[in-house]
């Protein structure tokens, strides 16, 4: 059985985890639930918003108060919050898993440093399908010549907060990566205005916020003739957090290093 701990336990994803992990008590036991300091459930039992979980455990405000009897913390959080919780994971010795999106390079470089000491696995997109995704447009991006435009064009709910999503972004590094190219020269975040016509070789990246939609992802290769398109939907978030607890399960048995879903999910 492995002893999960959960960040952003009271967040849309975090529920998700927390109840599909206490229905399969088997596999997990729930040993800790964080939100941040001033949280209004903050000192409430995890049972008062998780009808499937019965056990004792309350909501805390620290991860350290739950470190010690954790084996895998799940964080699904601010980028600043996460790295704090990376850290104290590193100096407790326990494994990671990063579903947080909008991290930046310096704080990426962090993570990865404390990799050096644990296991993490970090992705922007838990999910079985986006990860095969990843994988079809890279290669598709290899065997299509310059002349197809590669837009990428992703819609999620109101509520999120970065943009464009982690998702679209590795997507875009899939591409790059097909055609052997910087994707921090060939992007480009949106149009507006008198921008002129499409320079060769851009990867176009786009979001959209709208109602509630869970997550929307689609690659379009286009040239004068003809559009190919990779399009994946989530139509629930349990699709996210099966594949966070299924990470959780990888790391239970690795030492240290940095990983992602595709090391997970076997198709590197």
Same mark, same amino acid.
């Given at each position: 059985m492995i002893r999960i701990a959960v960040c952003g336990a009271a967040g849309r994803m975090g529920k998700r985890i927390l109840s599909l992990a206490a229905a399969n008590t088997e596999k997990f036991h729930i040993a800790g639930a964080v939100e941040f300091k001033g949280h209004p459930l903050a000192g409430t039992p995890v049972s008062s918003f998780i009808e499937e979980y019965s056990g004792p455990a309350t909501l805390l405000a620290s991860l350290s108060n739950c470190i010690k009897n954790t084996d895998v913390v799940i964080d699904f959080c601010a980028p600043q919050a996460t790295v704090h919780h990376v850290e104290i994971c590193r100096d407790a010795g326990k494994a990671i898993v990063i579903g947080t999106t909008g991290i930046d390079?310096?704080?990426?470089? =962090?993570?990865? @440093?404390?990799?050096?000491?644990?296991?993490?696995?970090?992705?922007?997109?838990?999910?079985?399908?986006?990860?095969?995704?990843?994988?079809?447009?890279?290669?598709?991006?290899?065997? =299509?010549?310059?002349?197809?435009?590669?837009?990428?064009?992703?819609?999620?709910?109101?509520?999120?907060?970065?943009?464009?999503?982690?998702?679209?972004?590795?997507?875009?590094?899939?591409?790059?990566?097909?055609?052997?190219?910087?994707?921090?020269?060939?992007?480009?975040?949106?149009?507006?205005?008198? +921008?002129?016509?499409?320079?060769?070789?851009?990867?176009?990246?786009?979001? +959209?916020?709208?109602? %509630?939609?869970?997550?929307?992802?689609?690659? %379009?290769?286009?040239? =004068?003739? @003809?559009?190919?398109? =990779?399009?994946?939907?989530?139509?629930?978030r349990d699709t996210f957090a099966l594949g966070a607890l299924r990470a959780a399960e990888f790391l239970a048995t690795q030492h240290s290093g940095i990983f992602d879903m595709q090391d997970v999910l076997g198709l590197k």
């Open positions: 390079h310096t704080q990426r470089g =962090l993570i990865i @440093e404390y990799a050096e000491k644990i296991p993490i696995v970090m992705a922007p997109n838990m999910s079985v399908g986006v990860n095969l995704l990843f994988s079809l447009v890279r290669d598709v991006a290899r065997r =299509l010549d310059a002349d197809y435009d590669i837009e990428i064009v992703e819609t999620h709910h109101r509520f999120k907060k970065d943009a464009p999503s982690g998702t679209a972004l590795r997507l875009a590094e899939a591409a790059a990566e097909g055609r052997n190219v910087s994707l921090d020269e060939k992007s480009v975040y949106g149009r507006k205005g008198l +921008v002129g016509e499409r320079a060769p070789g851009e990867i176009g990246i786009h979001a +959209v916020r709208s109602g %509630s939609v869970v997550g929307e992802h689609t690659v %379009s290769f286009a040239n =004068l003739g @003809e559009r190919i398109e =990779l399009t994946h939907r989530a139509e629930s």
